[in-house]
């Protein structure tokens, strides 16, 4: 039920056309990337950060419209901006931490902190909301008890709404789900960053890779950026509207947000890498 | 230690000016009607309720403030290269951001209140004249501070993105906080005043919004007043914290055990908040109570 008394759209289940289209689409790119002499380690690697996107985003609870009257509970925005928010605010600090380590593994890890902190900071903000200002006890709508705290919720639901503010679970699920969609967005920030950088020298004539180093970095970033948008957006069409959490039914249909995000993330990582083809002329 | 020093300082500031920027943000958003709580305000109409509310979303708040602040970011750079004092370029960056936002708010206006013709909602000229400015005003401090801030990132903290990404990315993480903290307290508080306080608003009373003042009609810069009260703060306490802790865990500990010093911190930062959001939770569930029918609490 969505919060305005209709049924939710769309199944739980996985399409079997779909999905074999999808993959073929999958296999043709990693194949073209392949033959046109590009390593298609790096394609695999965006191929990982677009399906982590998408799952991360399913574990962020977002209430949309009906949050912001305290009726349904979440964060009251929208599905794909929360998720880019946090992912990005990850993508600054890996991107940073990466170019004061070099270490992909350091980054990755403070991508994901730097998404995890920005949901438990917002999450926190969101409770405070509820409880000082508009004196409302977080209650979920979808189910009876806490799966972690054990807290109950029925008693605590105001009449005629679906639940209201972050209760436990849902607080672990936005910062689960900024940390999962951090890291997805910082890996597929370093393979397209190394791409680039081993790459613009020689398209730009010999080029120093000192000198194309700013290029790369803003290249790489913009295109993380766009994956993000992309894979948060496909996430929330899985989603219809809103979510509380791992413990919502929706959470369910993840499977299909994650072959649908790692073929869009396969063809765009195809496109994202066409643009410095050389083409010898 | 002199460049630790310097970077403590510069986090401090940035965290200062993300506060602010949060905090006009929020404000922004709810006497323009930016974000979710929107939907009521063109909804009224349609239950029969005409207004006087300024209804002017663009789309969300992210990706409008994304917009904003990468055309700020990105104007005040190009100034920059060609050696435009810094204050200077950045000021002038964020006007030519802020007329950019005054053309959609008026354009927002203009279409979504005429969407709402067949249901005898007038547009208010002077609604326009009056609330165009003041939402541009406040965007503008948004903008500006966003964009100051992210210019100490990159000239004085040397982050590897330009200042244009940098505009995006924190524009979109500026937009995603003040919607996050400020919309429930608009939404909920200010829009549905005639609702019993500290519990939600039934889905049954969908679209009867609050239309009157304590004297006339209600009008857009009301709700900026009332919100200020809590819900620009809050956003801005929410964006300040987001921005300084960012900063401040990667400034100090970037170099202890090789990096993995800054990552431990950040965990530790999440657990603490997280404690702290179990005990709001609890404090909550504590002093309210479970809700009890009237006949019972009699």
């Known amino acids: 039920m969505s919060a305005l008394g209709g049924k939710a759209s769309g199944g739980e289940g996985i399409n079997p056309t779909g999905t074999v289209v999808g993959i073929i689409i999958l296999l043709v790119s990693i194949a073209a990337t392949y033959a046109l002499g590009f390593s298609i380690v790096p394609l695999i690697g965006i191929i ?6 998408g799952f991360g985003v399913h574990f962020v609870p977002v209430g949309g419209a009906p949050a912001a009257m305290g009726q349904a509970p979440g964060i009251a925005t ?5 998720a880019a928010g946090a992912g990005l605010a990850g993508l600054f600090g890996g991107a940073w931490a990466y170019e004061a380590t070099g270490d992909f593994i350091v980054a990755i890890a403070g991508g994901a902190v730097g998404g995890g902190l920005m949901m438990a900071i917002t999450c926190l903000m ?9 004196g409302i006890p977080a209650a979920s709508g979808k189910v009876a008890k806490d799966p972690i705290t054990g807290d109950t919720f029925p008693e605590y639901k105001s009449q005629g709404t679906e639940g209201h503010g972050l209760p436990f ?5 936005g910062v689960v789900g900024g940390f999962i969609a951090g890291l997805g967005g910082t890996i597929i920030y370093l393979e397209l960053f190394d791409v680039y950088l ?19 970095v803003s290249l790489a970033g913009i295109f993380a950026i766009g994956f993000f948008l992309v894979n948060a957006v496909l996430a929330a069409y899985n989603i219809t509207g809103t979510i509380e959490g791992p413990h919502d039914p929706k959470f369910k249909r993840v499977p299909r947000a994650v072959i649908g995000c790692a073929v869009a993330s396969a063809f765009c990582g195809l496109i994202s890498m066409l643009i410095i083809y050389n083409t010898g002329m | 230690m002199e460049e630790i020093v310097l970077g403590i300082g ?11 920027a949060g905090a006009a943000e929020d404000t922004e958003s709810d006497i ?14 349609q239950m029969g309720y005409i207004h006087r509310i300024f209804n002017k979303a663009v789309s969300g708040e992210p990706p409008a403030y994304g917009a904003w602040c990468v055309i700020g970011a990105g104007v005040a750079w190009a100034l920059m290269q060609i050696n435009y004092n810094p204050a200077l370029a950045i000021i002038l960056g964020s006007v030519i951001a802020v007329f950019v936002q005054g053309i959609y708010c008026t354009s927002g206006y203009l279409g979504r209140i005429a969407s709402l013709a067949k249901f005898q909602q007038p547009v208010y000229i002077d609604i326009i004249k009056s609330l165009t400015p003041v939402t541009m005003a406040h965007a503008f401090v948004a903008i500006f501070c966003t964009v100051a801030m992210c210019y100490l990132m990159a000239s004085v903290l040397h982050h590897p993105f330009a200042l244009p990404l940098l505009g995006l990315v924190w524009g979109i993480a500026l937009g995603a906080a003040g919607s996050a903290t400020g919309n429930p307290f608009y939404g909920k508080e200010r829009q549905y005043q005639n609702q019993k306080f500290g519990a939600g608003v039934p889905i049954s009373a969908s679209g009867n919004i609050v239309r009157y003042a304590e004297a006339g009609q209600r009008s857009s810069l009301d709700n900026g007043w009332f919100t200020t009260k809590f819900a620009g703060p809050a956003s801005g306490i929410c964006f300040g914290l987001i921005v300084f802790l960012e900063l401040w865990r990667t400034i100090l500990f970037e170099e202890l055990l090789n990096g993995w010093g800054a990552i431990i911190i950040g965990i530790i930062l999440i657990l603490v908040f997280t404690l702290i959001d179990r005990w709001v939770e609890k404090w909550g569930r504590r002093t309210y109570g479970p809700y009890t029918s009237e006949e019972a609490s009699s």
């Open chain 2, 32 to 45: 323009g009607s930016q974000g979710d709580p929107n939907s009521q305000v063109q909804l009224a109409p």
């Open chain 1, 48 to 53: 990982i950060g677009g399906a982590l996107i």
């Open chain 1, 169 to 173: 679970v849902s607080f672990f699920g």
């Open chain 2, 10 to 20: 510069i986090t401090a500031l940035a965290g200062a000016l993300a506060t602010v």
């Open chain 1, 198 to 216: 081993a790459n613009l020298p020689a398209l730009m004539n010999g080029a120093t890779t000192e000198s194309i180093q700013p290029l790369a």
């Open chain 1, 78 to 82: 929208g599905v794909a901006m929360l």
């Open chain 1, 126 to 134: 969101v409770n405070a909301t509820y409880v000082f200002a508009m």
